[in-house]
């Protein structure tokens, strides 16, 4: 909201904004810089106290992650503790004069083995009676991390990699500033191989007591997840196949036996398991497709009933050997240096492997093997590493729970289509599997994994348009049309599983509006099991989110990172999207320098195309920038990159509506020589979006090492028109209109193109038809340096000139615009600056003033030579924003105090 100061003249209004962030946590434990630390114990110099961690380089810990409290490290810092003698354990005893020196502290080497978990394990005989803190090594920062150990027997933390050492040790210091002696026995680093086996009771895979009393609820309170649920059951205990694949029909006579104890479905579930065909593999095109794992849970939940006797036990064992034999050879490749980078495969693919490993644990020598497959794609991957100066190069190479980690706060990579289907299968079965099976929960284990979930729905709701049918699909390629106009086959198990998870956690706000979109959203309900599998309760929480509180304005943290704006929640709403991204870890990155949607009165005037994996073709189908090395057949030909693009500056207000962020893109572009065409060209190559109500305004800056040469695409539902600099163009429905003018470089060329006769040769899978539109490409003259402003006026079908006030900003080495009740005012150079001028003719009274590219600090705001207030400039946004309330001409200056 808005906060207002005004001056004595009454003229001037400043104004503060609160963002509206979406940010991803560290856990439970509260880590602290360590500035930040020193004060909060009252015993600076914590970090002097340990030293530099190149002193400790050569420290090798005993082959062992478990390290008795008396074996602390002789050689590095320690006071106040003592080991009683014939005893093995630690007394830390705090001298309680609230000085460092009166502190007990220790310091220990954990090996780190390659199964190894990012997470502590603390024993204690006593307790510690005051907060606790520990110290980690983080050895790719060279610097100590302190955490408040907020629970004595666990501290989970991030990337174990950056911690270890190069002897492979974890250096761990504890330290009690105050309290009574504390008795420390052990400290463990727990790992796959020993602290989190699948050798629990059965049924281990999923289906708990309490799962099972919560599905029980369900039915015997009739919900319609039930209802459809035991609808396809009864049809499965016949021969009516789901698209005539035996696989997908198991859990459904399956789960209904265990809730029932009909031994018809048992017998049913058996017989379809011997009928799990060896041959039929290639379901859909991908082998990870064949869910596997369904005759896993079947072995699993049967492995007691009479008619599994040991001779059909080692047929199903020998039956899932070959499946996961043939999907780990088919879709992750053994030799370890595959390349198909979809993260779909990797999720779904990997969780079956675990799945079944779990299945066979203590039933078969290769138990191990199969399950440590399984686990090897979450913990570690698979592949060659990233190459030198390589952001992300494969997919098999990254962990499933590094790039969970990394866009965890966003909208999913692979897009909304594939995350709603196959990724969040693989990605929900990895989750239940190692929680239900192992006893391990990433949610509670893995810092920042339990925002995962409410952050997905947010951004499912925050990316969705007005009219409900279409939620924006967070990637460059994939269809964005999920709900009624494609009939998504996916959304609503989904949505199940995002609510399950969410619920798990706590976020029940989330998980509610979760469930409610499952009962109220278009599209086939294609997989009653996991919908009804994963909503257990007789009446689980329904919320409407469009009745709630959501923001107007809200940011994605994750990478890619996006922004998303609408003026209501109404199915009226003027609504857009800007964002960008590049080298996702699947195997369709596009380059984008941030493209932009919007849509005014339910109706789209400009927005974005998917295009499946054509490099060529892709860069056209957004209202971006692109820096182009040739044409091939008149496509745009990019260099590759890696990188997502960066909201390094973000901005956003209720009170005034409006919505700013800065993408960088500078670093998308790949520094592998051997690449096709090696492009080091483009230094910089930023992107400003600026957008309140009817009124946009983009500004392009693009540096480079020589002079070639860019095309700004601005694309159109019909046909538009040209007027000089000045495009118009109308919604599909002809009700809403858009007005574009480019104001500089003056020197543009303007064409119109004809998406369905420029795209005639591209296949409709690639680009569908319904996608295929109209664009103006803009052409500046070939340069090294680029700057490109756009300004954008949209209205009803009658608006026919842009506002009467409209003024191009230059002089003074700025770049800006004034337009209605909004200026704003960039730098023509890359720099931030630390003071400004510019004046304006015709400002409105009361309006707004938003200046970019400043330094953060405190600026003091003269207009027309008048003093006024003080305005601050933060790091977030590097923007200041300040209302006048005169209008007319004005004279405006900003100087850093």
């Not at 929480?541 to 304005?553: C, I, K, M, Q, R």
């Not at 319904?770 to 003259?781: A, C, D, F, K």
């Not at 009467?804 to 150079?829: D, K, M, Q, R």
Request: aromatic share 10%; with cysteine.
């Amino acid at each position: 909201m808005l906060n207002s100061k005004t001056r004595a003249g009454g003229r001037i209004l400043i104004t503060v904004l609160s963002l509206l962030l979406l940010s991803c946590g560290a856990g439970g434990q509260k880590r602290l810089d360590p500035g930040a630390q020193g004060a909060a114990l009252r015993t600076p110099q914590l970090s002097t106290m340990l030293g530099p961690l190149s002193q400790y380089a050569g420290i090798r810990a005993a082959s062992t992650s478990t390290v008795n409290g008396g074996d602390y490290h002789p050689e590095m810092p320690h006071s106040n503790v003592s080991v009683p003698e014939g005893e093995s354990h630690a007394v830390l005893s705090p001298l309680g004069g609230g000085t460092l020196a009166d502190s007990a502290y220790c310091c220990y080497a954990i090996a780190v083995e390659d199964d190894s978990l990012p997470q502590l394990q603390f024993s204690w005989y006593v307790e510690p009676s005051a907060a606790a803190w520990v110290a980690l090594a983080d050895w790719s920062q060279q610097r100590w991390h302190w955490f408040n150990l907020s629970d004595p027997q666990s501290l989970a933390f991030e990337d174990l990699p950056a911690h270890s050492s190069p002897e492979n040790s974890l250096l761990v210091a504890v330290l009690l500033p105050q309290g009574d002696p504390a008795e420390l026995q052990n400290i463990t680093l727990p790992a796959l191989a020993t602290d989190f086996l699948p050798d629990g009771p059965r049924p281990r895979l999923w289906l708990t007591p309490e799962r099972l009393a919560g599905l029980e609820a369900a039915r015997d309170a009739n919900t319609p997840e039930w209802q459809r649920f035991s609808n396809e059951a009864d049809g499965y205990l016949n021969d009516e196949f789901w698209g005539d694949l035996i696989n997908f029909t198991i859990p459904f006579t399956l789960l209904y036996y265990k809730m029932t104890g009909d031994e018809q479905y048992a017998a049913r579930s058996m017989e379809l398991m011997d009928q799990f065909p060896l041959d039929e593999w290639e379901i859909s095109c991908c082998p990870y497709h064949n869910q596997i794992h369904n005759m896993a849970l079947g072995y699993d939940w049967l492995y007691d009933h009479p008619a599994m006797t040991p001779q059909k036990k080692l047929e199903y064992q020998d039956k899932m050997l070959q499946l996961a034999d043939k999907l780990w050879m088919d879709a992750l490749n053994s030799d370890g240096i595959s390349n198909s980078q979809d993260t779909d495969r990797v999720a779904m693919a990997g969780a079956s492997l675990l799945i079944v490993g779990c299945a066979l644990w203590g039933d078969h020598e290769r138990a191990p093997e199969i399950y440590e497959r399984g686990w090897r794609m979450w913990n570690k991957g698979l592949g060659e590493p990233p190459s030198s100066g390589i952001y992300r190069q494969w997919t098999d190479a990254q962990p499933v729970r590094r790039w969970i980690k990394d866009f965890g706060d966003g909208p999913w990579p692979s897009g909304w289509f594939y995350a709603t289907g196959t990724d969040m299968v693989g990605l929900k079965d990895y989750f239940i599997t190692l929680r239900t099976a192992c006893g391990y929960d990433p949610n509670l284990l893995e810092p920042g994994m339990s925002d995962t979930w409410k952050n997905q729905i947010r951004c499912f709701l925050y990316g969705m348009d007005p009219r409900r049918t279409t939620t924006y699909s967070g990637a460059d390629w994939q269809e964005s049309d999920l709900l009624s106009n494609h009939n998504n086959a996916y959304i609503h198990s989904c949505m199940a599983a995002l609510a399950d998870e969410a619920e798990l956690v706590g976020d029940t706000q989330e998980a509610a509006w979760a469930r409610w979109l499952v009962r109220n959203i278009e599209g086939s309900h294609s997989n009653n099991f996991r919908e009804f599998f994963f909503s257990p309760g007789s009446s689980p929480a329904v919320d409407n989110p469009f009745d709630g509180d959501l923001p107007l304005v809200a940011f994605s943290a994750g990478m890619p990172h996006y922004m998303y704006f609408r003026d209501g929640w109404d199915t009226n709403a003027r609504w857009g999207i800007f964002g960008g991204q590049a080298g996702v870890p699947c195997d369709h990155p596009q380059m984008d320098q941030g493209h932009f949607s919007l849509i005014r009165g339910g109706e789209y005037l400009t927005r974005d195309a998917p295009g499946y994996k054509e490099f060529s073709i892709g860069a056209q189908t957004y209202n971006t920038l692109t820096t182009e090395n040739a044409t091939v057949g008149g496509y745009c030909h990019n260099s590759n990159f890696d990188l997502p693009t960066q909201m390094e500056r973000r901005l956003g207000s209720e009170s005034p509506l409006f919505a700013y962020a800065m993408l960088d893109a500078a670093g998308q572009r790949r520094e592998d020589p051997a690449w096709w065409e090696s492009d080091q060209r483009v230094q910089k190559a930023q992107r400003h979006f600026f957008w309140a109500g009817d009124y946009a305004v983009v500004f392009d800056r693009v540096r480079r090492t020589d002079v070639g040469w860019a095309k700004y695409r601005l694309r159109a539902m019909t046909a538009p028109s040209l007027d000089g600099d000045t495009i118009s163009q109308s919604s599909a429905d002809g009700s809403q209109r858009l007005l574009h003018r480019t104001l500089e470089p003056a020197d543009c060329e303007f064409s119109v193109l004809d998406e369905t006769a420029l795209f005639s040769g591209v296949e409709n899978w690639q680009i569908d038809s319904s996608y295929r539109h109209w664009q103006t490409v803009i052409q500046p003259q070939a340069g090294a340096s680029l700057n490109m402003l756009n300004v954008i006026q949209m209205g009803p079908a009658s608006l026919d000139s842009f506002d009467a006030n409209l003024e191009h900003i230059t002089g003074n080495g700025n770049s800006g615009v004034l337009i209605g009740p909004w200026c704003v005012v960039y730098s023509g150079g890359i720099d931030l600056r630390s003071s400004v001028s510019f004046s304006v003719a015709a400002a409105q009274a009361g309006g707004h003033f938003l200046v970019g590219d400043l330094e953060p600090g405190s600026y003091t705001l003269s207009i027309s030579g008048e003093a006024e207030q003080q305005v601050e400039v933060t790091e977030e946004s590097s923007c200041a924003l300040f209302s006048c309330l005169d209008g007319g001409s004005l004279s405006i200056s900003l100087s850093k105090l």
